[in-house]
């Protein structure tokens, strides 16, 4: 079997099961947000009643992170939602905005939008945040409600996101009916040359599979190049999946994941049992190719949707008019190192907006120092526009007053991971989808740069 | 279920993923209150480019659409996991979408809620068929039939009980598997 088929094999008491079977799995961990979880809990009531109990509190993580630093009163009114759910139903894993557990929150436009407005619990960006705080391990079952859910595949666990209905049926059960997926193994050989990111490899795949190449499907990464690779390189990766139709995405387990793994759940005193799944000498994929790190090349996924691959050098007369670098893959700490690299002691050309994921890389850039000057610092010296409030922020538009984002029709190059029309605001508005060196050196030049130019 | 519908289709193109159907400024609706249920079907479709698509798939100041019927391309429903997409279809009265293949979590999100019939082509139709065309839409059948020609369209198979029931709860305790309310 292969991992996928392995985990929920495990979590559905099989001893095996082949790929388009359907089966009843047991739920590891719950994950919702601000803008699906008032949804997610009015199905809950709706289906089990006013009273009834979620199915095991520990087990459902709550994490506002969309909508959070708007003066929208519905948004404000959403994370009420979240917050007196958590009070009834007694739920220890919730990351609120506000430290009062009986408190309303409401944004204060009048602070500005970059200076922090959140309480001591807050963390961010909910993919971001799960394994900061303990709740993603190997082998284990997390369900979201959120697309990008499968980014904890990097830790080799089975996760997809789902909708309302779904999560308001495992708050109740703890279980839900899937089908197992297809596998398609990718193996990675050689080594990234300098310039290239984890980023340009899952553009690059993308790019060859097509914006719909692994639909219904598990995409599998294995390989010498993928050992090689940090826990934030394979995160950045198996966040992607959902860009080419990826059901989940899987990672072997190796010595970094339990490292990582172990080190998150003793410093939040989470769940520290968990059993990886192996590799199996026999598995059966729909798809199985190799790809040779050592031959990618920067590269940017054009307007309109993720698929659309160009190299970085052949784009050099495309001018834009913003640079963007956040969210769950491109606004962890590693991200703003590489981006800080390129900007050190130059100036952006361009508006350029930089939201950290979560408040710990917030904490992390300004503590990090370079030749004496904290990285927060060199950003901002370069006329980045940092923001202390970590979330989704423009990524996905939000309200109209929302940090970064496009108000009018503009090209903008973004270090995240969608692109569809009108996903960063504006409808009319062009991203470009390309990796932390990439977005830099463009919003030095004003037009997409090959990073190469300043990254040796 | 037996039944045939006949309405005007809404034609669109390839890779029609959520934030065109539902634009991200209107999820702070929340589908189970119904007047916020209802807000969010006016706004179906609101997010695709003008430019493209003259035609309003709902009329201003409508929460209804005229089209019960959309015919797309490939990948329909790509993008987020949000379930405000499908029910704001169905919010607008849309009863099945056609596409030549559907995005996975917006599919599962159809038969989740029961909110719409997600049925796959056979044929590319949106390059056969345009805005406005009256279509009849045979579920007993699995047949949309266009200016006098029908086309076959793939059976929906183990998912559609669940549609049929009005979702996988309503399903779910038809069949037993959690106890009635
Ligand atoms: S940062 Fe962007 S992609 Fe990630 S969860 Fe938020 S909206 Fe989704």
Known sequence: MTLTEKILARASGKAHVEPGANVWVNVDVLMTHDVCGPGTIGVFKREFGKDAKVWDPRKVVIIPDHYIFTADSMSNRNVDILREFVREQGLPYFYDVIDDPNGHWQFDASRGQTKAQYGSRYTGVCHTTLPWKGHTRPGEILFGTDSHTCMAGAFNQFATGIGNTDAGFILGTGKLLIKVPETMRFFLEGAMQPGVMAKDVILHVIGDIGFDGATYRAMQWEGPGVYAMNMDDRMTIANMAIEAGGKNAMFPCDQKTLDYVRERTAENGTREDFEPVELDADQKFIYDKVFDLSKLEPTVACHPDPGQRRLAKEMSSVQLDRAYIGSCTGGKTSDFLAFAQVVKGRSVKIDTFGVPATTKVVRELKETQWDGQSVWNILESAGVRMTENASCAACLGGPVDTFGRLNKPMKCISATNRNFPGRMGNKESEVYLASPYTVAASALTGRVTDPREFVS | ?181
């Open chain 2, 1 to 181: 279920m037996s039944k045939v519908i006949t309405s005007p289709v809404y034609v669109c193109a390839d890779n029609i993923d959520t934030d065109q159907i539902i634009p991200a400024q209107y999820l702070t609706l929340v589908p189970t209150i119904p007047e916020e249920y209802e807000k969010l079907g006016s706004y179906a479709l609101i997010g695709l480019p003008d430019a493209l698509y003259p035609e309003r798939f709902v009329q201003e100041g409508q929460t209804q659409t005229q089209y019960k019927i959309v015919i797309a391309g490939r990948n329909f429903g790509c993008g987020s996991s949000r379930e405000h997409a499908p029910i704001a279809l169905g919010a607008a009265g849309v009863e099945a979408v056609v596409a030549e293949s559907f995005a996975r979590i917006f599919f599962r999100n159809c038969v989740a809620t029961g909110e719409l019939y997600p049925y796959d082509s056979n044929e590319r139709l949106c390059d056969l068929v345009k805005t406005g065309d009256i279509a009849t839409l045979d579920f007993e059948q699995d047949t949309l039939t266009v200016h006098g020609k029908t086309y076959s369209l793939k059976p929906l198979g183990e998912v559609r009980p669940v549609i049929d029931a009005g979702g996988i709860f309503n399903y779910a305790r038809q069949t037993g598997m959690i106890a009635s309310k």
